[in-house]
């Protein structure tokens, strides 16, 4: 909202209305483990919030990419402060706060949902009443919350050809 002059579109991602991270509570307070060695810390790489399938290949790039080494052992390139803020129940205020937001934004928006991920098919009917005709509604199929470990052609075909669109539009 703060910066609604500069965009000019946006796709949100398999985004839930008003839920919270499901591990936001438990990473919030998280304490950097020490590992050993590199390959200890490897192999403790998981998606947060988890999912079934990632790509191998796109696995052990990010992993390798998450972490740094200390003077006493590896640890997880992770900022707690992500979660900052009050730990609240979503509120009725929630969904009329959402609802005004986007009707304020003057901004192109497309909104993908991933059919293995967070938003459960009726907050899915939701989103699409709120959104009506501002933007696309995808499904993406097969995919789980994060569709760039899982999907990553069909996700990269699917934002493609909504850049596209928007471009001629």
Not at 36 to 54: D, K, M, Y
Not at 119 to 139: C, D, K, N, Y
Not at 141 to 147: R, S, V
Request: negative net charge; aromatic residues 8%; contains cysteine.
């Amino acid at each position: 909202m703060q910066y609604a002059d500069q965009i000019n579109s946006m796709v949100v991602i398999d985004s839930p209305l008003r839920d919270r991270a499901p591990e936001e509570a438990r990473l919030r307070d998280h304490k950097h483990t020490q590992y050993r060695t590199r390959g200890e810390i490897l192999a403790r790489f998981t998606a947060v919030p988890s999912q079934e399938v990632i790509l191998p290949y796109l696995r052990e790039h990010i992993a390798a990419e998450s972490i740094r080494e200390t003077g006493h052992g590896w640890v997880w390139k992770f900022d707690a402060a992500i979660f900052g803020g009050e730990l609240l129940d979503p509120t009725p205020d929630d969904q009329d706060s959402l609802e005004t937001m986007l009707a304020r934004m003057r901004c192109r928006l497309g909104y993908v949902r991933c059919e293995r991920g967070l938003v459960p098919a009726e907050m899915a009917e939701r989103i699409r009443s709120i959104l009506q005709l501002r933007g696309p509604f995808v499904e993406l199929a097969e995919a789980g919350h994060h569709p760039m470990l899982d999907q990553p052609l069909p996700l990269v075909a699917t934002l493609r050809t909504l850049l596209e669109f928007w471009s001629i539009t």
